[in-house]
Nanobody, 119 residues
Framework: QEQVVESGGGLAQPGGSLRLSCAAS????????VSWYRQAPGKQRELVAASATGGSTNYADSVKGRFTISRDNAKNTVTLQMDSLKSEDTAVYYCNAKHSWPDVGRDYWGQGTQVTVSS
């Protein structure tokens, strides 16, 4: 069963750090654009960070300079390093892997991992 699984969520204090991991099961990320989204209660799901197969990255304005997305090809994982956390970062974070060739139509979503930033 092809799927992605998130891990690493938890509780952090404002100004603290967390590292989220997205792991691919039964496929590899080689030809997939991988992104992190988040959704807070009562708010729309928003794109946080994206990693394209060509090497480019993209970040939401609200997390630029604080979050970093990266790939570990040996482990077949994608990491979201979150530093200088704010209470506004509290949300369920989702990993998305989409095949980079639009005609292929492969698109996978994880079940989400909770991130809570509070004193």
């Amino acid at each position: 069963q092809e799927q992605v699984v998130e891990s690493g969520g938890g509780l952090a204090q404002p100004g603290g750090s967390l590292r989220l991991s997205c792991a691919a099961s039964e496929f590899t990320f080689w030809l997939y654009d991988v992104s992190w989204y988040r959704q807070a209660p009562g708010k729309q799901r928003e794109l946080v960070a994206a990693s394209a197969t060509g090497g480019s990255t993209n970040y939401a304005d609200s997390v630029k300079g604080r979050f970093t997305i990266s790939r570990d090809n040996a482990k077949n994982t994608v990491t979201l390093q979150m530093d200088s956390l704010k209470s506004e970062d509290t949300a369920v974070y989702y990993c998305n892997a989409k095949h980079s060739w639009p005609d292929v139509g492969r698109d996978y979503w994880g079940q989400g991992t909770q991130v809570t930033v509070s004193s």
